[in-house]
């Protein structure tokens, strides 16, 4: 495997659409119903738990970026390849790839349970997850600059759900946000923690990096994506709670969904209808970027034409698709996958970015040694 990737020019990127990138990856099925699971830890402080989840991916990202900066132009897997040797730099990146594929399962799952529950009850799973997984082989076959335009077109085409949170604003009750700073410390960080499944996706950096134009601003344009998602999720958190009582928190899965529900318009009477499908916009960037990044991947490791594997790829996760959930079932699947996500995304980065300077430092040692002797 070669460690340094040379991209064509026809295949990078301009460093700004980075902005849309992160913030599309960032969003998707996490944000029909985070409000919930924050709550139940941190009660009327989840808000302080989004801004701490956010905070978190504002560090994490800098250390993705700094281990980026420290290599020319590599990706994750070239960079585990030489900083942990062939069979265990490639058995980690195996994992990621396995990672990414997960991802995009989870994805699909939960936007299908989403459409059959509150759209389309009678349409079966596996028609569903053909139409999302066709889309996603469409899209990746215009290759990374196609995918990285359906990111911008996705942020750009659903910023006018954003305004649609005057309605629930207007019926807000804000004595429901007291008492505030009653939870603990500890209770504050488990609803932090319990973000991961919503907040992940900008990881995505350690295999799109080496497409970016402009090096010098890519961990700049990356913070200012990881901030508009946070106050994103922060607005929607703190509106959530001065709109639902504690109860009606508890027991509304998909809270912002149910936030849509007020919405009325003389021509559209169940608009959460048009939210929910219009939602696939959103969660297409999700599963393009994914499926890309598995398909580097695997095409990195055993050196097969991107192409070939896509497509194998792609047909490996319909077929896990077909095999229906219960609900009970896919929330235990979201949670088993939160908690790996939370140690792959906001722990492994660290002790990567440990390996890669004490290689770097090690290496500078040792040329230096040689030099010594040569003169």
């Given at each position: 495997?070669?460690?340094?990737i040379e ?40 808000w302080i ?289 939160a908690r ?36």
């Amino acid at each position: 495997m070669k460690v340094h990737i040379e991209p064509k020019s026809q295949n990078m990127v301009n460093t700004f659409l980075l902005i849309f990138v992160i913030h599309s990856m960032q969003l998707g099925v996490g944000i029909q119903g985070f409000q919930r699971i924050i709550y139940m830890e941190a009660r009327h402080d989840a808000w302080i738990s989004v801004i701490l989840s956010g905070v978190a991916t504002a560090i994490v990202g800098f250390i993705m970026v700094k281990t980026l900066s420290v290599y020319e132009n590599s990706d994750l897997y070239g960079i585990q390849y030489d900083v942990l040797g062939k069979w265990l730099g490639n058995l980690i990146n195996i994992l990621f790839v396995l990672y990414f594929l997960g991802s995009f399962h989870i994805i699909v799952r939960n936007y299908i349970e989403v459409l059959q529950a509150w759209v389309f009850p009678e349409i079966p799973n596996w028609l569903l997850a053909l139409t999302l997984v066709y889309l996603v082989y469409y899209g990746l076959n215009g290759g990374l600059r196609t995918v990285v335009g359906v990111s911008f077109f996705s942020v750009i085409l659903s910023l006018w759900l954003i305004l649609l949170l005057a309605y629930p604003f207007q019926f807000a009750k804000w004595d429901y946000l007291f008492p505030m700073f009653e939870a603990r410390i500890t209770e504050i960080l488990r609803g932090a923690k319990q973000m991961t499944f919503t907040v992940i996706g900008f990881e995505i950096i350690y295999v799109i990096y080496p497409f970016l134009k402009e090096k010098d601003k890519v961990h700049k344009h990356m913070q200012y994506g990881l901030g508009f998602t946070t106050m994103l999720y922060l607005a929607l958190m703190v509106i959530s709670l001065a709109y639902f009582s504690g109860g009606q928190l508890e027991r509304t899965i998909w809270g912002t969904l149910s936030l849509f529900k007020i919405v009325r318009f003389p021509f559209i009477e169940r608009f959460e209808y048009v939210a929910i499908t219009f939602w696939v916009l959103l969660i297409l960037p999700n599963l393009m970027l994914y499926m890309w990044s598995a398909t580097r991947g695997i095409s990195r490791i055993f050196n097969i034409k991107e192409q070939k594997v896509s497509w194998i790829l792609i047909s490996f996760i319909f077929l896990t698709l077909l095999y229906p959930l219960t609900r009970v079932q896919t929330n235990m699947f979201n949670d088993y996958f939160a908690r790996g996500a939370f140690y792959i995304v906001f722990v492994y980065p660290f002790l990567l970015f440990g390996a890669v300077m004490i290689k770097k430092k090690f290496f500078r040692k040792k040329d230096e040694a040689n030099a010594q002797k040569s003169e």
